[in-house]
Structures are given as C-alpha cells and as structure tokens.
C-alpha cells in the first residue's frame, strides 16, 4: 500500500505494481522506440533543449542547451514486462489511473504489442515528474502529466539504446508546483530502451529562476 496526501488528507491506496507483476516472457520483447542515433539529431524536437546520447546501454548524457536554466529533473527507470502483467491484471483501471486524456487518445490507436510499451513511457515519465516536483502535491493526480507528445514518437521495433523525446505538459497541482520554481518553465522528457524490456525515463524543467 502506498500513503498520497490530497487536500490535506492522507488516503491509502494500492500499489500500481506489485511483486506479482513478474517480467513476461511474451515473444515480442521488441521495443517500437525509433533507431539510435534519434538522440545525437542536432535539430532537438524540444525547444531550448538537445538530449545527446553515448556508450548505449552505458552512459546517457543530457544537454541543457541554449538561455534555458535547469530548474528541476526527475529520472525513472521502467520494467515493460511488470507494466504488461499489471495491464494484464487491471486492464482499462490502470490505463485511467495513469494517462489523461491525451495519452488515452494515443493508446487506443496502438496494437495489444504496442500497448504495454507505450504505457511503460507514460508511466516512467510520470514518475519523472512527480520526482521532478518533490513528490505528488496535495490535490495532484498522476493524471496531471500529459506526456502524448512523447507517446507520439513511438515508432517501429528498434534495438537497444533507442531513445524517444518530446515535450510533457504538467497541469494541475503539480504543474503549480513547477512553475513555483520558475513561472516560465519549460518540461521535456524522454526515454531510452536500456534493457529487452527496460526504460530509463527522464524529465528536465528549464526556465529563468526569479
């Protein structure tokens, strides 16, 4: 059981995974990330920010690039496999809980292969993000997060050490949060395949700190 505080007042809910999620042995453990050198393209997909990858499945170096200052970062790392098994469990509740509208909306155009891999990223951003803000604020939602535009870029199966990334969209309490930090603040955030079903996650907030 996990404790989350909303206005105030601590409520008690399940955990998103639980040990018996367990990694699956499904044929397809390839992942729809876009080939590897997507991270090393000089021309960023997010605005005052360029991502740049070496040594895959190694060492992963983020760039901040241009006037932007980094104001806050999360980093989460996702088993697709655990995330599969939880879908499996749950279907459509874990699906709600997690995504908002937006990302909804990208899932239900995915195929039941690319479904649990989209999710994962959904998922692992998200995390991002709560690490990024210090943790779920009175009144946030998971929901809160809109990382569509990331779930977007999934493409077709790619090897190990691809990497996706696009802009997030933070709104609701947590968004309050980030932007406490910085009233311009910008959230971006991507993910690279690590592992046959890990992601590491990651989200970086650049803004001009008051």
């Known amino acids: 059981m996990t404790t989350q505080t909303v206005d105030g ?18 044929a397809d453990a390839r992942s729809p ?12 997909p997010v605005a005052g920010t360029a991502f740049g990858a070496a040594h895959p499945g190694r060492t992963l170096r983020l760039d901040v690039a241009g006037p932007a200052r ?18 499996q469990r749950t279907g459509p509740a874990l699906v709600r809980r997690v995504c908002g509208p937006g990302e909804r ?31 779920i604020p009175p009144g946030g939602l998971l929901t809160d997060v809109d990382a569509s ?25 947590t968004g309050q949060v980030l932007h406490a930090l910085a009233p311009d603040v910008t959230v971006s955030g991507g993910a690279r395949r690590i592992g046959p079903q890990l992601l590491v996650c990651w989200v970086l907030a650049t803004g001009d700190i008051r």
């Open 33 to 44: 990330f876009p080939g590897p050198d997507f991270a090393n393209d000089a021309a960023s």
């Open 9 to 26: 007042r601590a409520r008690r809910s399940a955990p998103l995974l639980t040990s018996a999620d367990t990694r699956t042995t499904a």
């Open 105 to 135: 909306a990208v899932l239900d155009q995915l195929g039941p292969a690319m479904l649990p891999w989209a999710l994962a990223l959904a998922f692992g951003l998200t995390e991002a993000v709560v690490k990024a803000a210090g943790g």
């Open 149 to 173: 535009a990331v779930l977007d870029r999934l493409g077709d199966p790619a090897a190990e050490g691809s990497t996706v990334e696009a802009a997030v969209v933070v709104g609701g309490a």
């Open 70 to 87: 980094l104001v806050a970062t999360g980093v989460d790392l996702t088993d697709v496999g655990r995330i599969a098994a939880a879908l």
